[in-house]
């Protein structure tokens, strides 16, 4: 099994970013349902609700990193390597995000970016190659970060959970 600490995570301005703890898991896992209800990928009867309220086996399943300001959390995010439940595109050799979210209050200050950094930091520290992950393919600002950040589109990558749902693939070389 991989340790759960990384040996340094990210700090944008007054951003900082950790490993969550189970007194965060009520935040997380009610600013993620807001987050994508605020973005349009779901709504209160949507299936995907209950997977993204139910923190406790994310993290139980890989690490769940926070980003907070000034003590509060702000975003959220859950990293995993290949052969965790919540792995759907990573390999040998690669780690995985999923589930970004930041609180709506909180967008366009940095705080995915800082959640990104902290994926990318661990995935180097525990050895990996690259990070691959999917993202919806009308989510321009999340593609435009990610392409700034080092991510490129590998279309071999791209699937659909559900009809409805495009997801495309990214891979970052570390």
């Known amino acids: 099994m991989w340790s759960r600490k990384a040996t340094s995570l990210p700090s944008l301005n007054n951003l900082r970013v950790r490993v969550a703890s189970e007194p965060d898991y009520a935040a997380i896992g009610e ?17 995907y ?3 993204l309220r139910d923190v406790v086996s994310r993290a139980d399943a ?5 980003c907070e300001d000034g003590g509060l959390v702000v975003g959220a995010v ?3 390597l290949p052969g965790s ?3 759907e595109l990573s390999r040998a050799g690669e780690a995985e995000f999923r589930m970004l979210a930041v609180a709506p209050s909180a967008q366009r200050r940095g705080v ?14 525990l050895g990996c190659e690259a990070v691959v992950i999917c993202v919806r393919d009308f989510a321009v600002d999340a593609q435009r ?3 700034r950040l080092g991510f490129v589109r590998e279309p071999s990558l791209d699937w659909s959970p559900m009809d409805g749902v495009s997801l495309l693939g990214l891979r970052c070389q570390l």
């Open 145 to 147: 970060l990610y392409k």
């Open 62 to 66: 890989g690490t769940i990193l926070v």
């Open 49 to 51: 609700e209950p997977v």
């Open 112 to 125: 995915g970016e800082a959640l990104v950094r902290g994926c990318l930091t661990r995935a180097a520290d």
């Open 31 to 47: 600013l993620t349902v807001a987050a994508y209800r605020g973005d349009g990928q779901t709504s209160a009867d949507h299936p």
């Open 85 to 87: 439940e919540y792995a």
């Open 78 to 80: 859950l990293f995993v």
